[in-house]
């Protein structure tokens, strides 16, 4: 899957079965369900999971667990766009496992 099939994939009514669970957590985290998005991302011990984790937490509002999460997956606090942010999570995650 790349960015673009990811991206259409939101018009569906769950994300796709073979998705990990940060992306999964993004593809909740676009459609605006933040509960399930931090469901499926906090008992992960990944770095992807961590940056997912953090994203959620800087839309959130909430930096200071932002932090923490940046931290945890090894990444420099987000200094672009949330939207930006969210296109540059999706591509390294879907980068990584073609």
Do not use: C
Not at 20 to 25: E, F, I, K, Q, R
Not at 49 to 60: I, K, S
């Amino acid at each position: 899957m790349n960015v673009a099939a990811f991206i259409a994939s939101l018009d569906g009514a769950a994300p796709a079965p073979d998705l990990s669970a940060p992306l999964a957590g993004l593809w909740w985290a676009a459609k605006g369900d933040w509960d399930q998005a931090h469901k499926i991302v906090q008992d992960e011990s990944s770095r992807d999971a961590a940056w997912v984790h953090a994203y959620l937490h800087r839309v959130e509002g909430d930096l200071g667990n932002a932090g923490y999460w940046y931290r945890q997956a090894g990444q420099p606090a987000a200094k672009d766009s949330l939207e930006a942010e969210w296109e540059r999570i999706a591509a390294t995650l879907l980068g990584s496992r073609t």
